[in-house]
């Protein structure tokens, strides 16, 4: 990062910001085609030449809650006219929305469902992993612990585990126990999985805590609890939520367990939308607007995250 | 007791009153370890012995034990060592890819910039993704009538993933594009921490760029690049969810797929087992090595 000095550094400089700029478009046009895909009207999804410039309807994500059948002839205009938007936008698209016969409610596709699921999931999964992990990090931080590279390594490496490998013997107990597909069963999974990470990078930031803190306080009076509570806690809190937000991510994300461990009751999003493909209606707009919606919390993440991907990437080996 | 008291004498006042350090470390790591065990290391126990037999979970028969015969047959099926095969050709691959993509962005935005953070951050964007869900949309893009990357490469109705050939640098494609921002953000730490007055020395000597990259930037940002060519190794090697998504392709199958069909749709449970344990032994390997790295970086 030397000054820039002769002419030919200058225009060296200049094509190199040219490269990154064409870098970032390419690296940035599949997340752009999925999200524009989830914003067309079925018959522009799969033109040639592809559909830049379109009308944006949210008729994707209206068909993505419901479950729909083709219409066999033209809707009449009275009920056309009494539907919601959403079902408006359906009917534009020559199909109707199922209803249940005796109560007529709107019958959801299933997606909503798996949507909270991923939820419920991730969030408690993430909780448990997080709490867990800043007790086990903190013992480790300021507590000698027989065999502690040992135990750290052993740690590590229960999150390298492929998780196939794991699922083989976990879905035999988890059928012999009633386990399987339910959300105790993948929370646990997720847990275990996270937990590893949570205690690596969670024992980086709590390292860097000044012993001198909590030492003051117990000359002071404090017990070891109060003083871990009351001083180590808020200072590690950036840490924490830094660390809750790549375990929610990780947790979120997870395809493989999910796609083992769950059928129906406590399936998460990510088994689900690959499922929709070849299904009877399946359509590429109502696919991406899935994967859109599933995405939009981990961009937003992500740039919360941006000052901590580093150290959490390297298990908190490397910090900025 | 006393060699976990640091600082504290066991009877000092703090010490005597509410939990002692030695009730409190205990009550801090032994839930978590307690918990790894019984989640991770029972599991892999119960599934070694399962290892030794012919046990099928679709059936209600007993298990049998047949001792070795699981590892002999797996060892010697040659369709085993072709998914070994296509997992080692997928992994040199999508890790090759990586570390020139990721590296050369990483010498790319070495240098002072307009809007650098925010273009290092919507960079990284793809790694955060799910790989389900990215495998998804990929399918989308590779479509050979209709997908953006045959028409924006003028490639008429090339068939990315129905071609046998073409199928597994598809797969490892993705890959590249997921994680070589990955190793972009490795790089650029790197990149940054090339003390600046070894290029100044250099710049004093009259060293050509050649000489200076070969001789100063990649030796000290070897040990940083090393970490993420482990971790991206092993990474690779577990590959399963965007590979499973994209392609049928027996020429794309991996191991991490060969080893999820044998158990889980053919329910030759016994066998998988002792397949996964084979994995197993490749991924404590590499784990091993990589951990090693990682403490070395931390160390400096």
Redesign the interface.
């Known amino acids: 990062m030397a000054e820039i000095k002769t002419k030919g550094e200058m225009l060296f400089n200049r094509g190199a910001i040219l490269a990154v700029v064409v870098a970032l478009i390419i690296m940035l046009t599949p997340i752009y085609w999925i999200a524009a895909t989830s914003f067309k009207a079925r018959n522009l999804a799969t033109t040639i030449p592809p559909t830049v410039v379109f009308e944006p309807t949210l008729a994707p994500f209206a068909k993505l809650f419901t479950k729909r059948s083709q219409l066999r002839e033209p809707v009449a205009p009275e009920v056309y006219e009494a539907a919601p938007w959403w079902e408006k936008l359906i009917y534009d698209g020559g199909e109707q929305v199922v209803r249940n016969k005796k109560t007529n409610e709107p019958t959801s596709s299933g997606f909503g469902n798996r949507y909270m699921n991923s939820l419920i999931v991730s969030i408690i999964s993430t909780f448990l992993a997080v709490s867990m992990g800043t007790l086990t990090a903190y013992g480790f931080s300021r507590f000698r612990v027989p065999g502690e590279q040992d135990w750290l390594f052993f740690i590590l490496s229960t999150r390298m585990l492929p998780p196939v490998v794991v699922a083989i013997p976990m879905f035999l107990m988890y059928r012999a126990v009633g386990l399987h597909d339910t959300h105790i069963g993948l929370i646990i999974l997720y847990t275990a999985f996270n937990l590893s990470f949570a205690v690596w990078i969670m024992k980086g930031f709590i390292d860097e805590i000044p012993r001198e803190y909590e030492e003051a306080a117990l000359v002071d009076g404090y017990t070891r609890m109060e003083a871990f509570f009351k001083i180590v806690l808020p200072e590690a809190l950036t840490g924490i939520a830094a660390t809750a937000v790549f375990c929610f991510i990780t947790a979120w994300n997870e395809y493989a367990f999910a796609l083992m461990m769950t059928s129906k009751n406590a399936q998460t999003a990510p088994p689900y939308i690959p499922s929709q493909v070849g299904s009877g209606l399946s359509d590429w707009t109502v696919i991406a607007s899935g994967a859109f919606l599933f995405l939009v919390p981990v961009a937003i993440f992500t740039f919360l995250l941006r000052n901590h991907l580093l150290r959490g990437m390297s298990f908190g080996a490397i910090r900025k | 007791m006393a060699?976990?008291m640091?600082?504290?004498e066991p009877n000092s006042?703090?010490?005597a009153?509410?939990?002692s350090?030695?009730s409190?470390?205990n009550?801090?790591?032994i839930?978590?370890?307690t918990?790894?065990i019984v989640?991770?290391?029972f599991?892999?126990i119960?599934?070694l012995y399962?290892g030794f037999t012919d046990y099928r979970?679709s059936t209600t028969a007993p298990a049998n034990w047949v001792g070795l015969a699981n590892f002999r047959e797996l060892l010697s099926d040659p369709f085993i060592w072709r998914n070994f095969t296509i997992t080692a050709k997928y992994v040199v691959i999508s890790v090759t890819g990586q570390v020139i993509v990721g590296f050369g962005?990483a010498m790319?935005?070495?240098?002072?910039?307009a809007l650098k953070?925010l273009?290092?951050?919507?960079?990284?964007?793809?790694?955060?993704?799910?790989?389900?869900?990215?495998?998804?949309?990929?399918?989308?893009?590779y479509?050979p009538?209709?997908g953006?990357i045959n028409?924006f490469l003028g490639l008429g109705k090339f068939e990315w993933l129905a071609d046998p050939q073409m199928a597994l640098w598809a797969v490892a494609m993705v890959d590249i594009?997921m994680w070589s921002?990955?190793v972009m953000?490795?790089s650029l730490?790197g990149l940054?921490a090339v003390p600046?007055h070894l290029?100044?020395a250099a710049?004093i000597d009259r060293a050509g760029p050649f000489y200076t990259f070969f001789r100063i930037t990649l030796p000290l940002v070897a040990p940083?690049l090393m970490?993420a060519i482990i971790f991206r190794t092993?990474e690779a090697f577990?590959t399963?969810?965007h590979a499973y998504?994209l392609s049928s392709q027996p020429t794309t199958e991996l191991i991490?797929i060969r080893?999820?069909k044998m158990?889980?749709l053919e329910w030759q449970?016994g066998l998988?087992?002792a397949f996964?344990y084979i994995?197993?032994i490749v991924?404590?390997a590499?784990?091993?090595i990589?951990?090693k790295y990682?403490?070395k970086?931390?160390a400096r």
Do not use: C, H, Q
């Open positions: 060699d976990v640091t600082r504290l006042r703090a010490a009153r509410g939990l350090d030695l409190i470390r009550l801090f790591i839930p978590t370890i918990f790894l989640f991770n290391v599991p892999l119960y599934s399962t979970a962005l790319l935005l070495n240098r002072p910039m953070g273009i290092t951050t919507l960079l990284m964007l793809p790694m955060m993704l799910s790989p389900a869900v990215v495998g998804l949309f990929w399918k989308l893009l479509d009538s209709f953006i028409y594009w921002p990955f953000l490795l730490a940054s600046k290029y100044e710049e940083i970490i092993m577990k399963f969810d998504i991490a080893l999820y158990a889980f449970t998988s087992s996964a994995v197993l991924v404590v590499i784990t091993n990589y951990v990682l403490n970086a931390k």
